[in-house]
């Protein structure tokens, strides 16, 4: 059986660092996708940042402040956010895909995309 367990969430201030780990049993995704979606009060869910066998990709909502990376057994992903803002406040989930042949923005960035799911880890940003 497949998990995704999250952890690094919590409370942290306008301009402060944050790092989410998102650890998975069960298997690996060396030719799939783990990646990063969060979804604020009242508001659905969005795609954050993926790292997938075809490359790295962010939402525009987060270039240049949060960066993915994997680890060399494929079964473990962190996002490194830095510079947060009060808008970055939501639930972090963490998503992974086995293997696929899918490349691009257009298609990591789609929660359907993703079979696999974590409970998510919440991050607030006092201002």
């Known amino acids: 059986q497949v998990r995704l367990f999250e952890s690094g969430g919590g409370l942290v201030q306008t301009g402060d660092s944050l790092r989410l780990s998102c650890a998975a049993s069960g298997r690996t995704f060396g030719r799939g996708a783990m990646a990063w979606f969060r979804q604020a009060p009242g508001k659905e869910r969005e795609f954050v940042s993926a790292?997938?066998?075809?490359?790295?990709y962010y939402s525009g909502a987060v270039t240049g402040r949060f960066t993915i990376s994997m680890n060399d057994a494929k079964n473990k992903v962190d996002l490194d956010m830095t510079n947060v803002t009060p808008e970055d406040t939501a639930v972090y989930y963490c998503a992974a895909t086995g293997t696929t042949f899918s490349t691009g923005y257009s298609d990591y960035s789609q929660a359907r995309m993703y079979g696999y799911w974590g409970q998510g880890t919440q991050v607030t940003v006092s201002s």
């Open positions: 790292s997938t066998w075809s490359g790295t």
